[in-house]
Nanobody, 130 residues
């Protein structure tokens, strides 16, 4: 089992920045590829970003490419999502997730399905005011 706890959400004006953190506990953190997803009211959960085991390779949704950066610190068992130039449409609950699949698989452009991830955090709310 892997337990995930997100933090760092909040209310920010459009154009502002936030950094989300996701602290992991349980099994060896570096054995898991990590991802961020988000879900807005009335919408399905959508892929935001993914990172492989050691942070060497990443993948992003087109909607956040160039604005968001995913990173991880295996010594701290934490994955981050730096969000810049936020827009009103970024408003959602953000979830981090862990996958036991090979890191090289998770960071493929086609690997965006929530079903690829076995463990999920409880989510943190991000609200961007326009």
């Amino acid at each position: 089992q892997v337990q995930l706890v997100e933090s760092g959400g909040g209310l920010v004006q459009a154009g502002g920045s936030l950094r989300l953190s996701c602290a992991a506990s349980g099994r060896t953190f570096s054995n898991y590829a990590m991802g961020w997803f988000r879900q807005a009211p009335g919408k399905e959960r959508e892929f935001v970003a993914a990172i492989d085991w050691y942070g060497g390779t990443t993948n992003y949704a087109d909607s956040v490419k160039g604005r968001f950066t995913i990173s991880r610190d295996n010594a701290k068992n934490t994955v981050y999502l730096q969000m810049n130039s936020l827009k009103a449409e970024d408003t959602a609950v953000y979830f981090c997730a862990a996958s036991a699949l090979p890191g090289s698989s998770i960071v493929r452009p086609s690997a965006t399905a929530p079903s690829l991830y076995a463990y999920w955090g409880q989510g943190t709310q991000v609200t961007v005011s326009s």
